[in-house]
């Protein structure tokens, strides 16, 4: 079946720090991939997204590409802010529900 | 446009009893799903509706179980309640003919089982 296996937290980084979750996946087909955040307390928001192979996604910094080759979706923000910290959830699409991956708890410091 | 509404915010119930946990999606969106995010488990699937169907389910014992109404809304229960049952519950919404299946979460239903 379908899974989602991603980079064990908890990640601390300071300030502007370059971050990097990653997020592999095996599945059947052609599955779209997702990034989701989960601030304290929150739901799930859809951070970002990518349909098919080589595509990129992107939103408020953050970026992942589709690999297909290596069945990645890594995730990427150059310079981190206080306000990145959250929980972050990488996801495949299939049979029409969403496979979670167990999510990394990022912490930035000031 | 509003987003998926879910209430109550907060829920607490003790062993044995019956739960319900409602959900409204976004306008438009047919499809409502159901995750369960407990505490050391993950999010994992739970139930999809579409047109008032049942059209997949998790793996979950036959006490969890829903139904969706003629205006796309959305109900949970879940039956003779136990300890493990505690765990935040997402509901999300989607438009089951987008193929690509993006889905928008609720703020979650916080059940605490006694």
Known sequence: ?110 | EAGVTQSPTHLIKTRGQQATLRCSPISGHTSVYWYQQALGLGLQFLLWYDEGEERNRGNFPPRFSGRQFPNYSSELNVNALELEDSALYLCASSLFRKVHNEQFFGPGTRLTVL
């Open chain 1, 1 to 110: 079946g379908d899974s989602v296996t991603q980079m064990e937290g908890p990640v601390t980084l300071s300030e502007e720090a370059f971050l990097t979750i990653n997020c592999t996946y095996t599945a059947t087909g052609y599955p779209s991939l997702f990034w989701y955040v989960q601030y304290p307390g929150e739901g799930l928001q859809l951070l970002l997204k990518a349909t098919k192979a080589d595509d990129k996604g992107s939103n408020k910094g953050f970026e992942a590409t589709y690999r297909k080759e290596t069945t990645s979706f890594h995730l990427e923000k150059g310079s981190v802010q206080v306000s990145d910290s959250a929980v972050y959830f990488c996801a495949l699409s299939g049979d029409y529900k969403l496979s979670f991956g167990a999510g990394t708890t990022v912490t930035v410091r000031a």
